[in-house]
């Protein structure tokens, strides 16, 4: 499955934006969805997942919950990830990404992923 990350931009604290993440070759629904962040000089990290063909149940870092809200369209074939109140941590290059298999917060067992989309967040 390939995916096109897309979305990202330069925004103030406080302001949103909403990330896409459309695949092709392969419907989502046969994938847990994820989307992860890497900000300069960090690693990689998990951000959400949009769990099971449905995306019925979905998962959250600490650091976005409540804040972040990610949901699928099995029928457009595309993952969101709605960020809200951001804040300049939230700085990061976002990637989008689908597993196959058991559920997965751990990025390195994802089997495919997007080229990333930026997000720069100022104060």
């Known amino acids: 499955v390939q995916l096109q990350a897309s979305g990202g931009g330069l925004v103030q604290a406080g302001d949103s934006l909403r990330l896409s993440c459309a695949a092709s070759g392969r419907t989502i629904s046969s994938y847990h969805m994820g989307w992860f962040r890497q900000a300069p000089g960090k690693e990689r990290e998990f951000v959400a997942a949009?769990?099971?063909?449905?995306?019925?149940?979905?998962a959250y870092a600490a650091s976005v919950k409540g804040r972040f809200t990610i949901s699928r369209d099995n029928a457009r074939n595309t993952v969101y990830l709605q960020m809200n109140s951001l804040k300049p941590e939230d700085t990061a290059v976002y990637y989008c990404?689908?597993?196959?298999?058991?559920?997965?917060?751990?990025?390195?067992?994802?089997?495919?992923w997007g080229q990333g989309t930026q997000v720069t967040v100022s104060s």
């Open positions: 990404a689908a597993k196959s298999g058991s559920y997965s917060t751990t990025g390195s067992l994802y089997n495919y």
């Open positions: 949009s769990i099971g063909w449905s995306g019925g149940s979905t």
